[in-house]
């Protein structure tokens, strides 16, 4: 789960990191006056899961109360790049003499947290990667043992902080790591990490991505993330238990397991085809949830089809031809469906999906004749033989 700037400050500042004060409002008249209780100057900044808010005019400096509500007007209902501004986070704008780049993120190939320090911060990182990767500190810290104050100084100091703000730079990478450690954080980043003309250290923006399966263990952030842009779809099926993501495409797909699912969008990829979500119903799943993940489907008006690619396990193909039969009978499905079962039971979910002779309801034997089918039934062309 992705938040927001000012929900990733916010838990940035309850670990002990220094952030800029500020507030979240919704109105002109809250921007008004959470600026007028800041102080001027402000700057005002639309809140949203996407990059180049400041390009897009997302992010204004208000001199006084006159601009704060121009700007607060203007900014708010943005749209940028799919995303609606709903949230603006004001905060007293900030001197900055220097600006670097701090993260903790999982490196999935060593299998450990790594933590990223830049001088080179305010801009795009994955440039400076490319460029001039000499200017990227990485370390990669042991979890039993944590990021020792020792190890943050070093990564400060081989990084190029300024010798005056070293101590200030480890501290911010300590409160880093303690941010992805304990909220169970897949990215905790900061762009940038600014030095003031004072010499504070202080985050003035704030990246993180919580691991939604840990939620269950903060409480407190399960209310995070941006709801009010979330798709509707891929918020039921949270509800639901199932995994969905909606893509741009017109074929609706569900498996079991996520390997496999991601395996049929690219064989329906291969085929010609274009995938409309990613939808794995996981193991075991019974008939009511495949009637459900049905319906989650159906519910994405751009589907012309759907494929079905179940290789039983621990799930049974005769529960999925059960959960299929119910969903018709429930929902009658305007689009037709190419139905693979494989493995556990499947001749009995075959048999049931025979009897029950639903329409529009296709068979197929292997994953490349199903994404055949399921690609010329989308274009409105013949699949073969229904089921």
């Known amino acids: 789960m992705d938040l927001l700037e000012y929900q990733g400050k916010q838990l940035f500042a309850r670990h002990g990191l220094k952030v800029s004060s500020g507030e979240a409002v919704r ?155 304990q909220e169970d954080a ?39 993330g941006d709801r009010e842009n979330e798709d509707e779809i891929e918020r039921r099926a949270g509800e639901q238990g199932l995994q969905y993501v909606k893509l741009d495409g017109d074929i609706g797909v569900l498996g079991n397991g996520a390997g496999l699912v991601m395996s049929t969008l690219d064989v329906v990829a291969q085929a010609g085809g274009s995938p409309a979500n990613f939808l794995d119903a996981g193991g075991g799943s019974d008939a009511e949830k495949i009637k459900q993940a049905v319906a989650l489907i159906l519910a994405n008006d751009a589907v012309k089809a759907v494929l079905f690619n179940i290789f039983g396990g621990i799930t049974r193909c005769d529960e999925v031809a059960r959960g299929l039969i119910a969903a018709f009978t429930e929902i009658s499905p305007g689009v037709p469906f190419v139905v693979r079962l494989d493995g556990t039971n499947d001749v009995e979910g075959r048999r049931l999906l025979e009897q029950a002779a639903l329409p529009h309801v296709h068979a197929a034997r292997t994953m490349n004749q199903a994404a055949e089918m399921v690609v010329a039934l989308a274009a409105g062309r013949s699949a073969g033989t229904p089921a």
């Open 186 to 224: 897949t990215l905790a980043e900061i762009n940038p990490l600014i030095v003031t003309p004072q010499r504070e250290v202080r985050a003035l923006d704030a990246k993180v991505s919580l691991d939604g399966n840990a939620l269950f263990r903060h409480p407190d952030n399960q209310a995070l």
């Open 27 to 181: 109105t002109p008249e809250e921007a008004v006056r959470a600026a007028g209780t800041i102080g001027y100057p402000v700057v005002i900044k639309a809140q949203v899961l996407i990059g180049g808010r400041g390009k897009a005019g997302g992010v204004k400096l208000a001199a006084d109360e006159a601009q704060a509500r121009e700007h607060a007007e203007s900014i708010l209902g943005m749209d940028i790049r799919g995303h609606i501004v709903r949230t603006l986070w004001i905060e007293h704008a900030s001197e900055i003499a220097s600006e670097y780049y701090a993260s903790v993120l999982l490196d999935r190939s060593a299998k450990q947290p790594l933590v990223i320090f830049s001088v080179e911060g305010g801009v795009d990182i994955e440039q400076v990667a490319r460029q001039t990767p000499q200017k990227l500190m990485r370390h990669h810290v042991d979890t039993l043992a944590g990021l020792s104050r020792e190890q943050a100084v070093e990564i400060a100091t081989a990084g190029g902080a300024d010798g005056d703000v070293v101590q200030g730079v480890a501290d911010a990478l300590m409160a880093l790591y303690e941010v992805w450690d």
